[in-house]
């Protein structure tokens, strides 16, 4: 089994924030006014729930699909989970680490349990992601 599957690192920047507060129709202004989430605690806007995702942006997606001997073309996604360890804000800087945290055959189809977690330049982790992918079987 693969122990570390990739890694990355991005900024947590102010209009990516917005770009997916707008997208996924967050209306909370905290997300799009600096001075709303200020008055709210936050030290500047902070990031939306799934915000994460951008990541994906920065990686090569079907290098690690082949690192991990998945067929491309049969994969769906199963599930995703997020657990903030605290709120992102923009000029946040996260390192991810995504490593496989199970992999099992089931009724035909393979399912692979993938973990990330992100962590801030202080070393702490700052929101882990949990993704299941299912690769289906051949037909």
Known sequence: MVD???EVAFDVERGKIR???RATRAGDPVHTDARAARAAGFPDVPATATHVVVAGHHRDQRAFV???GLAFDRIV???VKWT???PLCAGDSLHGVRR????????GMR???LETDYVDNAGECAVRVREVLIERGQR
Do not use: N, P
């Open 100 to 107: 496989v945290a199970e992999d099992v055959r089931k009724r």
């Open 4 to 6: 570390i599957l990739d």
């Open 66 to 68: 082949a690192k991990l």
């Open 19 to 21: 770009e997916f507060a």
């Open 111 to 113: 399912f692979v349990t």
């Open 77 to 79: 996604v199963g599930s």
């Open 84 to 86: 903030y360890f605290r």
